[in-house]
């Protein structure tokens, strides 16, 4: 999904795949954007929610546009 709506090239990692973290299996997809941002995606254990994490790293003026392009493509997507 993510492949086909964000502009900027992407790592995904899937923390239900055994071996690739290190981590615990979880229900938990992380994208690493280009430029160091980060977009973490996780379901609410206790409600019918996902959860979202935006990081991002870079000055402050450059960190707020970012910020505002990556979550604007997020709310397009998971907010319909």
């Not at 299996?25 to 019918?48: F, Q």
């Not at 959860?51 to 997507?77: A, H, P, R, W």
């Amino acid at each position: 999904l993510f492949n086909m709506i964000l502009s900027f090239p992407f790592i995904v990692i899937d923390y239900l795949e055994n071996g690739k973290t290190g981590l615990p299996k979880s229900d938990v997809l992380s994208y690493s954007l280009e430029g160091g941002a980060k977009v973490i995606i996780r379901p609410s254990g206790t409600e019918p929610l996902l959860k979202t994490y935006l990081f991002v790293c870079s000055g402050k003026e450059q960190g707020e546009i970012d910020f505002k392009n990556i979550k604007d493509t997020l709310d397009s997507m998971l907010l319909k």
